[in-house]
């Protein structure tokens, strides 16, 4: 994934949840990475987060960060495709974010 399409699926941790349902309307894959002022990933965030988070009583103008997955899964960028393919395997996910050494998102790995 380019880095263009890396922004198109990026939001800061201050974005409310309305605005991260419009990003994932928008985004292909479904997921959106939340960063910091730093442009480090903090959490991401899927359909089933946001479903998950308004059944609970989240409100459509709470902060993302209330929805958010700060666990997830991702890999520096010296790891090999073939660990990567794994890490996916493993976990049962589609996307990996790849991460530089200050944790900002270089690319995001699908199955090779």
């Known amino acids: ?3 263009s399409e890396l922004a198109d699926i990026t939001t800061p941790g201050s974005a409310t949840i309305r605005e991260v349902i419009a990003v994932l309307d928008r985004s292909p ?4 990475l939340v960063v910091d002022g730093s442009n480090r990933l903090t959490a991401t965030v899927t359909d ?3 479903r ?5 009583g989240c409100e459509l103008r709470d902060p993302v960060t209330h929805i958010a997955r700060r666990e997830f899964i991702a ?3 010296e790891t090999r495709t073939k660990e990567r393919d794994e890490k996916l395997r493993t976990h049962g996910i589609s996307y990996l974010p790849v991460l530089d050494s200050s944790g900002r998102v270089l690319e995001l790995h699908s199955w090779s």
């Open 1 to 3: 994934m380019a880095n």
């Open 29 to 32: 894959i479904k997921l959106v």
């Open 48 to 50: 089933g987060d946001v």
């Open 52 to 56: 998950r988070g308004l059944l609970a």
């Open 75 to 77: 890999v520096g960028e």
